[in-house]
């Protein structure tokens, strides 16, 4: 298993200004994912980030919008840039866990983020 | 994109057991099946997955069909706090993790007291 932080637990951001989201993971991993969860929906998939490359953007989202970081195996960053209220969601960040033969996901408590 | 299908919500009382179930027709051979649940407020957790077998852990246990196009997640003894959105979720076993989790809307079980 793996146990993951996320700061801040929730922000209110102006429009047009940015806010970076912290994610910190308790053992080293490979693998980290953003998930974006929108007001009473499931969740989408960000980005994928691997320590050492470039973060591999989902469809529909971009590198300008939402800059990631990798510097280690226990840290990343996700940037949400220029802000407008359709930002307004949740934000998480999880880890792949191989249990077993299979690979198991363990999520963040997410960052709540509102944009006036 | 999801490739399986649940019931939008479902109710329970406590105590009692739970069967929440899926559809997934179009499993592949290398499909393993995942079921992950999202507590009010939380990040989903991690539940239970399998490949052929019914498999048990301390907190659910995993019914699939033998021609594995459904499965069926069992709450033995539904509690308050089982109150969630539950996930049934297909990955390729051979992308070594590197496949993306698709959750579909998932399934919204209610507890009742």
């Known amino acids: 298993s793996a146990v993951i932080s996320q700061k801040p637990s929730r922000d209110i951001c102006q429009r047009g200004t940015s806010l970076t989201i912290q994610c910190q993971v308790d053992s080293q991993v490979t693998m980290m994912f953003w998930y974006r969860q929108q007001p009473g929906q499931s969740l989408t998939l960000i980005a994928t980030a691997n320590q050492g490359s470039e973060a591999t953007y989902e469809s529909g989202f971009v590198i300008d919008k939402f800059p990631i970081s990798r510097p280690n195996l226990t840290f990343s960053t996700l940037t949400v840039s220029n802000m407008s209220p359709e930002d307004s969601s949740i934000y998480l960040c999880s880890v792949e866990v191989q249990g077993g033969a299979a690979y198991e996901q363990y999520f963040g408590p997410g960052t709540r983020l509102t944009v006036t | 994109d999801a490739k399986t299908t649940q019931p939008n919500s479902m109710e329970s009382n406590e105590e009692e057991p739970v069967h929440l179930p899926c559809n997934h027709s179009t499993i592949s051979g290398t499909d393993y099946i995942h079921w992950y649940r999202q507590l009010p407020s939380q990040g989903p957790e991690y539940v239970i997955h399998g490949l052929t077998s019914n498999v048990n852990n301390r907190m659910a246990s995993l019914a699939i069909a033998e021609d594995r196009k459904s499965s069926t997640l069992i709450l033995h003894r539904a509690t308050l706090r089982d109150a969630a959105v539950y996930y049934c979720?297909?990955?390729?076993?051979?992308?070594?993790?590197?496949?993306?989790?698709?959750f579909g809307k998932g399934t919204k079980l209610t507890v009742n007291p």
């Open positions: 979720i297909l990955r390729d076993s051979t992308q070594g993790g590197s496949e993306k989790l698709v």
